[in-house]
């Protein structure tokens, strides 16, 4: 990710494309647990080694944290692995290092610790793992986590960009190029039922450059 000084050609999300993604996530029973498989996943990439993770969790917080919630519950997870009818049960406190510490790793999450279950550690087929346990079997759409997850970026690319630009620029940033596990937890598929433009040209002048990370994806 470069930084931007030019805007002429930088493109966020939409808003309907985001809602769209928040509101295809909140439809599939999702753990609370899975945030924490996917940056665990994402440093055992970028390290080369499923042992001995230290994971950062103030990323995961900035990808989680939402405006407009109660003041002591800055994060908005999209997630749920029971039936949620009220939705303030979507936001979540600060601690998220305390949700996600071992200790708070129970059986369904246990395939992400070590045999002594005191630190972080993928096992060899973590990525099915990940689909029976924390998805219960069904893949999440990759374009609904997506647009969630990348709400507050920055994209560069030729043209208007659509569901191609989206998942190429989600699988870079969240290191799943070279990797099959993307096909395992994910479904590839653009939406029939979303007709709605993916990205609009960012407007610097519309006060809402603070919403979007200052940075851009290069696709």
Not at 29 to 58: C, M
Not at 192 to 216: C, L, M, R, V, Y
């Amino acid at each position: 990710m470069a930084v931007v000084e030019d805007t002429h050609n930088l493109h966020v999300l939409t808003r309907a494309a985001v809602i769209a993604g928040i509101g295809a996530l909140k439809a599939q029973r999702i753990h609370e647990h899975f945030p924490a498989y996917l940056q665990l996943r994402k440093l055992a990439v970028a390290s080369g080694s499923p042992t001995n993770i230290n994971p950062d969790w103030k990323e995961v917080s900035d990808l989680l944290k939402m405006p407009g919630g109660p003041p002591t519950k800055p994060h908005y997870r999209p997630f749920s692995s029971v039936n949620r009818r009220d939705e303030t049960g979507y936001w979540y406190n600060r601690n998220l290092a305390g949700s996600y510490a071992p200790k708070s790793m129970r059986a369904t999450s246990s395939f992400m610790l070590n045999a002594n279950g005191d630190n972080y550690e993928l096992s060899t087929d973590h990525a099915q793992q990940a689909l029976d346990r924390l998805l219960k079997g069904t893949k999440v759409p990759a374009w609904a986590l997506a647009t969630y997850y990348l709400r507050n970026y920055g994209f560069v690319f030729e043209g208007e960009g659509g569901y191609d630009e989206l998942i190429t620029a989600f699988r870079k940033e969240f290191g799943f190029e070279q990797s099959t596990d993307f096909d395992v937890i994910f479904e590839d598929n653009e939406p029939i039922q979303f007709t709605e433009p993916w990205f609009e040209p960012f407007d610097q002048a519309s006060g809402n450059e603070s919403d979007h990370k200052e940075g851009a994806l290069n696709d």
